[in-house]
């Protein structure tokens, strides 16, 4: 497929898979809003056989609770994507799967959100569960309601703060 993964995916993805390599370790992915983009793209490295241990599009509340641990009473007290939800399924996730790193992200691609920062297009929270700690981080892509712009970000970003993680750039 000459489009995929998209361009702007592309360099930081292959960085990634680089680090992964060179340093023998792996990576798995709970992801959500960016709808399996984050998958598809480390998986159209070649090599990721050896270094991605599986994911999982958590994008429903019934699919947290199926494949990421996900209780009753977080379903009845959700509000959003935040750090702490990330967090958890990106913990979670990382412990079935057995990677060094688990990816994970929640946020709101649009065109329409809510009346909350986090429920606003563009919010992403992110993380990045290790054996040491998870790494967490906010931001707003600026795309607003584009929804494919916001995937793409999203997946994006997340990739380049799994870089950050790897390099020891992030801080927890």
């Excluded at 709970?30 to 984050?38: K, M």
């Excluded at 994006?156 to 750039?169: D, P, S, T, W």
């Amino acid at each position: 497929m000459a489009g995929f993964p998209p361009q702007s995916i592309r360099g930081v993805v292959g960085e990634v898979m680089g680090l992964l390599k060179g340093r023998g370790e792996s990576v798995c992915v709970a992801e959500t809003a960016a709808g399996g983009i984050i998958s598809a793209s480390i998986l159209s490295t070649p090599g990721a056989s050896k270094l991605y241990k599986g994911g999982a599009t958590l994008y429903t509340l019934e699919s947290r609770a199926a494949f990421a641990g996900w209780t009753e009473e977080m379903t009845t007290n959700y509000r959003g994507p935040t750090p702490d939800v990330v967090s958890f399924l990106a913990k979670n996730v990382r412990a079935k799967l057995g990677g060094t790193y688990c990816i994970c992200e929640s946020g709101t691609a649009g065109p329409t959100g809510g009346n909350t920062p986090n429920r606003t297009p563009g919010y992403v929270a992110l993380a990045i569960a290790t054996e040491n700690g998870v790494f967490t981080k906010e931001l707003d892509t600026g795309l607003g309601g584009d929804r494919e712009g916001n995937m793409i970000a999203f997946a994006r970003e997340a990739l380049g703060f799994l870089r950050e993680v790897i390099k020891g750039e992030a801080k927890l």
